[in-house]
């Protein structure tokens, strides 16, 4: 071809600039001595360049490519002719016609991104954007391979009972889990950590949040502030912004709403389940009830839901509170298969003493009796248990085996996750500060013939109406108390929003203390308002008076004082209360105030939940079991309020101790064994903070920047401020707002100073930058020249980065079986393999860079020889296609052979499961196979070095 006139312009030609490859093939329109014009027809753009220093390259095709002309007539080439400094082109088309086609007439509509076309179409990128290509595809492995992908980025302390959860569920495909840590233990946090971790893998895409109104700021500055997810609020407002035709549960990927928007508009509900999603987290999910007698409205809403989504994410720290059957048919919307009927349900949580010595003594290696082989046997079921017997020459992994299997089969299941305090070190105690009142002379003690029951003498502001400031003793308390206390932040928790409104002004006007109310009247901006008030450490108010939904999911923990107002009758909720306070962060022993009537019935339920539960002092897991075992005898004392009680308090003690006991050695343990797990969760927290704060992040940050215009400075130890740079490559940077942001790799900093944002490997601008280099084509093509001493100088060396990739259906989700794995070759004009010899690291060192145009003349010249030197790069790499592909089958028939063999396992016991669920799986996995089987390794880039 070198007879080709490859440098001199002629209107007609086609070349294309190495500067901005996306302005397609341009053609030459007028050249002189000096200048030359080039028109762009793909892009409608001219450029005029000296002749001098042009930055175009020649388009000279080769027989054998095939290309495409203006009408989108694809033919190969078979042989090339040059007319008086045009080429014509001369192929044959896919049905074998023979066209003869003048450059003039191929397509504008091009693009050069394969390293071997840019390379030999003379775009050549610097060795500093090769290295950081490599740099980038290694870095991708190394977080592809560690198990807390997805779980690093968050601003969140790392604490090890959430990571273990977090890491449990977020690894499963489409999970459906009920997160029921105690109070305040973070679930909202760990919920975050899972959608990341789905979102980050690829495993989820469009995920729903719905909430109680109250909640709905607190998650959406929670997933945005510590998760860096931005969430869209769909409500009424939101509903009517949006033009009338379009579904407003489409208009973002990641979605925020309130279950009474769902339960009161039916047509919104019917728009949501319009929609496809990959996750539904349900916060508050103990509201949602249900009994045999029939669902509320909450339930059947969230149950269609549940349906459309894959995922489901269920979060209550008081799961029974409203009763074992809503507890059952919770456990029911996440896995009907393992929970097929409440009947069965209960019957299994007899036995679950059974089940937890069983696992105890397979988990310390004991020898089995016979009746616990048998019952072994049973349990486990023909196929389970001869895969059993197969693993029992290693009885460590047979136990473990059989304990997964045990406790997801017949324990409390996959899908319930429960930490509790116990577990936890760390947290503060928690005081009873109860103030007895005497029983006022006009007090009505008969609830049964009160309007309100018994709320009208536990709520005792009924006793007198609308006057009742004027008489209740407990208002003068609260008033002497919060002068003895004043500017220590407290929250003052009643049942009534008039309550808490009555009383806020009286309190406001009276004691002259900055404060506010937060109750269900107020609007959700509103209320995010006054939190955020009582939330203000300077200027912030005193009090924060709450009526009863004050109580749920808020986060008050930097007050240390609670006042009680009134008892709830429900002992659950005495707990959700208690723990706006008592939740992480905490940093002093919560102090509970409750003011009560002697003699009366709040003095009964304050012993019965004091003495009885020990409720105030400690989270009592047994609370509501205990209220229906004692409901009679207790509902019988708060009638007879002055009489002796001791009897009952006592009774309640044992049983409540007996009840603690039988679920340590049962229920509560299995819980344990399958929510936390010590050892592995130390290794996450390790894992996480190895790789944290070692300056790996900053230094390639560096490069980045450094490569793609953008500011940054340093702002103080492992701090930058970025910006965007004026001579930025791209117009935009990913993740970097016009004004830029200060970002910190210290979590410690992060976490305390909320002017800045975490760097991590997970931070979206990071995420963003490392998927425009990986997805674009800069760095892909390099020409070096290099001086190894050994090598004989004018020699061509080849070093070729190659990667997977395939095609396949989006919720295949491939790359979690198939992450980024770069295989590197290199290798000289005498096919030898300097691989494992000449490391890059010798390039990016040894590597200087040449000339442009003589790096586009050595391209040109050496094109046979270049192209010879990566067919056997080519021929080098390709036996790791098929070790790449056999290790992406592994994990795929790991994950996807232990689902189907659970579901197999749980249909022997469960006549619900249809064939069709085991089919739809072995379908599933049989399409992930094929496409494994398909993915190709492809060249990712190429440098070519010419020795020196
Ligand atoms: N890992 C963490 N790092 C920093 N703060 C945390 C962490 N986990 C939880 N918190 C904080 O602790 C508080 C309680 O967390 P969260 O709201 O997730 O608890 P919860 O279990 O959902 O509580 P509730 O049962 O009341 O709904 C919140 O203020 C949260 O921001």
């Given amino acids: 071809m070198s007879e080709l006139s490859v440098n001199s312009f002629c209107p007609g030609q086609r070349w294309v600039s190495n500067t901005e490859a996306e302005l397609g093939l341009g053609i030459i329109v007028d050249a002189d001595e000096r200048m030359v014009e080039i028109s762009f027809p793909a892009v409608g753009e001219r450029r005029h360049y000296a002749i001098s220093n042009a930055p175009l390259n020649r388009v000279i095709y080769h027989k054998g490519d095939s290309v495409s002309t203006i009408d989108n007539q694809l033919f190969t080439i078979e042989h090339i002719e040059e007319d008086e400094g045009i080429l014509i082109y001369a192929g044959l088309t896919a049905n074998g016609e023979e066209v003869n086609i003048s450059e003039l007439e191929l397509t504008s509509f091009i693009q050069f991104s394969a390293p ?38 968050a601003r969140v302390q790392l604490l090890p009972h959430q990571l273990y959860i977090a890491e449990q569920v977020a690894s499963r495909y489409a999970p459906r889990v009920l997160l029921a840590d105690e109070v305040g233990l973070g679930k909202t946090i760990e919920a975050g950590m899972i959608i990341h971790k789905q979102l980050f893998t690829g495993m989820a895409e469009r995920v729903l949040i719905v909430l109680p109104d109250s909640l709905v700021h607190q998650w959406l500055v929670e997933m945005l502030r510590r998760f860096n997810l931005s969430f869209s609020i769909i409500d009424q407002a939101r509903c009517e912004a949006i033009e009338d035709n379009e579904n407003p549960f489409e208009s973002s990927q990641l979605i925020i709403t309130q279950l009474s928007f769902l339960t009161e508009n039916p047509e919104r509900l019917q728009e949501a389940l319009a929609c496809d999603w990959d996750l539904l987290v349900v916060d508050e999910a103990h509201h949602l009830e249900w009994s045999e007698s029939g669902p509320s409205q909450e339930y059947q809403c969230v149950q269609q839901l549940a349906e459309h989504s894959r995922g489901l994410l269920l979060l209550t720290a008081t799961p029974e509170q409203l009763g074992i059957e809503g507890h059952f048919a919770r456990l029911q919307l996440l896995d009907p298969d393992r929970y097929p009927s409440l009947e069965q349900y209960l019957t299994e949580e007899e036995s679950y003493t059974d089940v937890n010595h069983l696992v105890m003594a397979l988990q310390k290696g004991e020898a089995l009796s016979d009746a616990a082989v048998n019952q072994l046997q049973e349990w486990l079921g023909e196929h389970q248990w001869s895969h059993y017997q197969q693993l029992i020459g290693e009885p460590e992994k047979a136990a473990q085996y059989a304990i997964a299997r045990i406790l997801d089969q017949h324990g409390t299941g996959r899908v319930l996750m429960r930490n509790t305090r116990d577990n936890i070190a760390g947290f503060p105690s928690r005081k009873l500060l109860p103030y007895p009142l005497p029983k006022p002379a006009d007090w009505r003690d008969d609830f049964s013939q009160l309007e309100r029951g018994l709320d009208g003498v536990l709520q005792a ?22 002068k003895q206390h004043r500017h220590e932040k ?3 928790i009643c049942h009534h929003a008039d309550t808490a409104l009555d009383l806020e002004s009286h309190i406001r006007l009276r004691v002259g203390l900055a404060s506010a109310v937060f109750h269900e009247g107020m609007s959700l901006l509103e209320r995010d308002r006054a939190a955020a008030y009582f939330a203000d450490q300077e200027d912030g108010a005193d009090i924060l008076i709450c009526s009863e939904i004050g109580s749920e999911g ?46 009366t019935a709040q003095e009964v339920l304050l012993n019965w939940y004091h003495q009885g539960l020990n409720a105030f002092e400690h989270a009592c897991p047994g609370a509501h079991h205990l209220r229906q075992q004692f409901g009679d005898t207790l509902d019988q004392a708060l009638t007879n309020a002055g009489a002796e009680h001791s009897q009952l308090h006592q009774q309640t003690a044992e049983a409540r101790d007996a009840l603690n006991a039988k679920l340590a050695e049962g229920r509560n343990h299995l819980l344990e064994l399958s929510s936390f797990n010590q050892e592995h969760a130390d290794e996450l927290v390790q ?42 490559r791209e117009g935009h940077f990913p993740g970097l707002p016009e004004d830029g942001f200060t970002g910190t790799v210290s979590r410690q900093k992060a976490l305390h100073r909320d002017d800045m944002q975490f760097l991590s490997w997970e931070h979206p601008m990071v995420v963003g930058a490392m998927d425009m280099i ?5 760095g892909n093509t390099c020409i070096c020249s290099i001086k190894l001493p050994p090598l004989k100088a004018g020699n061509l060396l080849l070093e070729a980065i190659f990667t997977m990739s395939y095609q396949a259906p989006k919720h ?36 200087q ?28 790499a390709a036996p790791e296609q098929e070790k790449q592909r056999q290790a992406a089958l592994d994990r795929a028939n790991d994950q996807l052979g232990e689902e189907i063999e659970r579901l197999q396992a749980l249909a022997q016991v469960n006549p619900n499961i249809r064939q069709e669920e085991v089919e739809h799986l072995i379908t599933k996995r049989d399409a992930i196979r094929e496409a494994i089987a398909s993915a190709q390794l492809n060249l990712d880039a190429i440098r070519i070095a010419l020795t020196t």
């Fill in 490 to 492: 407290t929250l003052l």
């Fill in 554 to 599: 808020r986060n008050f923990q930097f007050a240390q004082h609670l006042i009680l107002f009134d008892l709830p009758s429900n002992p659950d909720l005495l707990e959700q209360r208690i723990g706006r306070l008592d939740r992480i962060g905490q940093e002093n022993t919560v102090q509970i105030h409750v003011p009560y009537y002697q003699d």
């Fill in 461 to 482: 502001e009924h006793q007198w109406g609308l006057s009742w400031l004027n008489h209740d003793d407990r208002v003068q308390w609260l008033k002497d108390w919060l």
């Fill in 774 to 778: 990986r997805s674009g084509d800069k």
């Fill in 849 to 876: 860079k040449i000339p442009k145009r003589t790096a586009q003349e050595i391209a040109r010249q050496g094109r046979e020889a270049i192209t010879s030197l990566i067919d056997k790069a080519e021929q080098m």
């Fill in 812 to 847: 295949l989700q491939l790359s979690r079986y198939m992450p980024v794995q770069a295989v590197r070759v290199v290798v000289d004009a005498n096919d030898k393999d300097f691989s494992n010899i000449i490391k890059v690291e010798h390039f990016n060192q040894l590597g």
């Fill in 116 to 153: 071997k076309d840019r390379l030999f179409a003379g775009q050549l990128d610097s060795p500093k954007s090769f290295a950081l290509r490599y740099r980038t595809l290694q870095e991708l492995e190394t977080i592809g391979q560690q198990p807390v992908q997805g779980l690093s980025g």
């Fill in 687 to 728: 894992n996480i903070s190895e790789h944290e704060n070692d300056g790996e992040l900053l230094d390639y940050l560096e490069s980045v920047f450094d490569s793609y215009g953008v500011d940054s400075e340093g702002h103080s130890e492992a701090t930058l401020i970025m910006r965007p740079g004026d001579h930025m």
